[in-house]
């Protein structure tokens, strides 16, 4: 039995490029920086279990942009976060790897926005 392969029209699949694109220019767009809050590694097991219920999906991957650490530590955390930049000072939940995490990280941490959830939203889940 032979395998037919459909092939979409041009139209169609320029279509879907434009899209991908104007995706990943929304994404960059929304991009902020965090500093980690290192309220612990124990208790952020639950937050990411309530960062889930409440984005409506699973956390698959550190959300920091510049994190090198997925092959050796795959464990993602909710972590408490606050925003580098601007006058917003509230506390959001986003998931992180340990590493990331950790109480040895000071550093600004580029993130998408969208992976934010405020943490006066979730803690209650």
């Not at 639950?46 to 984005?55: D, H, P, V």
């Not at 930049?85 to 969208?114: F, Q, R």
Request: net charge negative; charged share 30%.
């Amino acid at each position: 039995m032979k395998t037919m392969i459909k092939f979409r029209p041009k139209q169609q699949v320029e279509k879907f490029a434009e899209e991908v694109a104007n995706e990943v220019v929304d994404r960059l767009k929304r991009t902020v920086y965090v500093k980690n809050l290192n309220h612990g590694t124990d208790e952020n097991s639950n937050y990411i279990r309530q960062w889930e219920t409440y984005k409506g999906h699973k956390a698959t991957q550190c959300a920091n942009h510049d994190c090198r650490n997925e092959k050796n530590n795959p464990t993602l955390v909710g972590a408490h976060v606050i925003k580098s930049e601007g006058e917003d000072k509230s506390w959001y939940i986003c998931p992180l790897c340990s590493k990331c995490n950790s109480d040895a990280n000071h550093d600004d941490m580029m993130v998408n926005e969208i992976d934010l959830a405020p943490y006066n939203e979730i803690k209650d889940l």
